[in-house]
């Protein structure tokens, strides 16, 4: 009896039939983008560099403290996108061997279209001589002998660029790939989202309601910090390492 209830009012709730009614509505797509003004070099892949810089013949390689200053703080000068489009940013600083230079350009040359696109470097070859001693040396005897060279990276730096008759979609995973494997943090970026960065950045600095900020701290001296913080600090208030 029960169940002859339950089925009576399952069969009262169920719609007989079910109708659907379709509507159409006019559709906005944006209109696809004008690429006429751009023109393709002769060279669309990155140069192959040398792995060792040349001297001439009567001049012996010279040998460099690890200066790193070369490293440290903000990247002042490539620090902006010159094709406007997309490419890889350092996000920290520190140093590009040989090897990372040729997985750069390995990855570009087998992910890139060269009949639509084309990169560019935006930092010089490996220049800066690194030195090492021999496993299982005494202490003394000198410097040691140079070893390899590497090119010095400061945050904000541009790695290499990449443009042409393409979208962000298509190169945002080359961009990722080698960003992920570089020795440094880094971030793939385009010129939209470098220019949000920095509108994002100024937005919080007009609108932030805590006057206690790093900055206010150490220019004002509060708890006696400055004694014991780094002079690094005291130059970019504890935003740059």
């Known amino acids: 009896m029960m169940s002859n209830t339950v089925k009576i009012c399952l069969g009262i709730l169920r719609p007989?039939?079910?109708?659907?009614?379709?509507?159409?509505?006019?559709?906005?797509?944006?209109?696809?983008?004008?690429?006429?003004d751009i023109v393709l070099p002769e060279r669309q892949r990155l140069r192959i560099y040398d792995k060792v810089p040349l001297y001439p013949s009567n001049l012996k390689?010279?040998?460099?403290?690890?200066?790193?200053?070369y490293m440290r703080g903000p990247e002042t000068l490539h620090n902006t996108l010159q094709l406007k489009q997309y490419g890889v940013m350092a996000t920290g600083g520190g140093r590009m061997r040989h090897e990372h230079f040729e997985m750069t350009r390995l990855q570009v040359a087998r992910r890139l279209d060269m009949k639509r696109?084309?990169?560019?470097?935006?930092?010089?070859?490996?220049?800066?001589?690194?030195t090492k001693k021999g496993q299982g040396q005494r202490?003394?005897?000198?410097?040691?002998?140079?070893?390899?060279?590497?090119?010095?990276?400061?945050?904000?730096?541009?790695?290499?660029?990449?443009?042409g008759k393409c979208e962000y979609a298509?190169?945002?995973?080359?961009?990722?790939?080698?960003?992920e494997r570089l020795p440094f943090k880094a971030v793939p970026v385009s010129q939209d989202i470098m220019?949000?960065?920095?509108?994002?950045e100024k937005w919080k600095e007009e609108n932030n309601q805590n006057k206690y900020t790093l900055k206010y701290i150490i220019q004002n001296n509060m708890g006696g910090c400055q004694r014991f913080?780094?002079?690094y600090d005291h130059k970019w208030y504890g935003k740059y390492v």
Do not use: C
């Open 117 to 130: 696109m084309y990169a560019i470097w935006r930092v010089d070859p490996p220049w800066q001589p690194i």
């Open 229 to 231: 913080i780094s002079k």
């Open 170 to 179: 298509e190169v945002h995973d080359l961009l990722r790939i080698v960003a």
């Open 139 to 163: 202490m003394g005897g000198g410097k040691g002998a140079i070893d390899h060279y590497v090119t010095p990276i400061k945050a904000g730096r541009i790695i290499f660029e990449v443009a």
């Open 16 to 36: 007989e039939k079910l109708q659907l009614t379709l509507t159409s509505g006019i559709k906005y797509f944006a209109p696809p983008k004008n690429y006429d």
């Open 61 to 69: 390689p010279p040998k460099m403290q690890k200066r790193l200053r």
């Open 195 to 200: 220019e949000k960065m920095e509108a994002d």
